[in-house]
């Protein structure tokens, strides 16, 4: 089962910032936390990562709690591409195998004019 | 730098046969793992291979079965289909070592009639 609990649904208006958040309560020490979008028809698309610090890139920022326990995706200017569903998953980063990726049924993100 | 190639993007099978797609991974990548996603159960992991051997291998029948070449290159095959088996077959590679991004391909759909 997935170890992490996301909204079902959100809207976001373009231009925005659209703020889709993620519990992740059970997460371990040595987990990541990755988010992947999908657009409708198309493969699951990578976003960003983490593990306890925030990061940002081209794309989005991430912004990991202190405990861990819960993140936030940021979509700084969210356009109508933006729309899609976007996973959270948690991901074990050590050991010899890369690790499967366990999804959950994710945030749908609606972005309106 | 091209990304995970599928092949092929549609196709339509009937029951009682068999079917194999295909991918080829980005270039460099080792690890090729398979996800079946269905409107009732969501993404789910099939299998992962890393140089011609599988390493991981998700809850599905016998049924389904991969193979890794040489070059990378993978192909899953699903025998004795089933209505059931109907679903966007993905491909998702990466290089292999623990807490590599994994990035995936378009997909290929298929449906069982």
């Known amino acids: 089962d997935a170890k992490t609990t996301q909204p079902t649904s959100m809207d976001c208006a373009e231009g925005r910032a659209a703020n889709l958040p993620c519990n992740h309560s059970?997460?371990?020490?040595?987990?990541?936390v990755y988010w992947y979008r999908q657009i409708h028809s198309q493969g699951p698309q990578y976003i960003i990562h983490?593990?306890?610090n925030n990061e940002t890139n081209e794309m989005a920022s991430l912004i990991i709690t202190e405990d861990r326990k819960s993140s936030t995706l940021i979509l700084p200017h969210a356009t109508l591409r933006d729309t899609a569903v976007y996973y959270c998953?948690?991901?074990?980063?050590?050991?010899?195998?890369?690790?499967?990726?366990?999804f959950g049924k994710g945030t749908k993100l609606s972005v309106k004019p | 730098k091209a990304g995970v190639t599928q092949t092929p993007r549609y196709l339509i099978k009937t029951r009682g046969q068999q079917v194999t797609l295909s991918c080829s991974p980005i270039?460099?990548?080792?690890?090729v793992s398979w996800y079946q996603q269905t409107p009732g159960q969501g993404l789910q992991f099939l299998f992962e291979?890393?140089?011609?051997?599988?390493?991981n291998k998700g809850n599905f029948p016998g049924r389904f079965s991969g193979r890794q070449f040489s070059n990378s290159r993978s192909e899953m095959n699903v025998s004795t289909l089933e209505l059931g088996d109907s679903a966007l077959y993905l491909c998702?590679?990466?290089?292999?070592?623990?807490?590599?991004?994994?990035?995936f391909g378009e997909g290929s759909w298929l449906t069982v009639v």
């Open positions: 998702a590679s990466s290089l292999g070592h623990s807490g590599n991004t994994i990035y």
């Open positions: 998953i948690v991901r074990v980063r050590n050991g010899g195998s890369q690790g499967n990726l366990i």
């Open positions: 291979y890393f140089s011609e051997t599988q390493r």
């Open positions: 059970t997460i371990s020490g040595n987990e990541y």
């Open positions: 983490g593990l306890k």
């Open positions: 270039s460099g990548h080792r690890s």
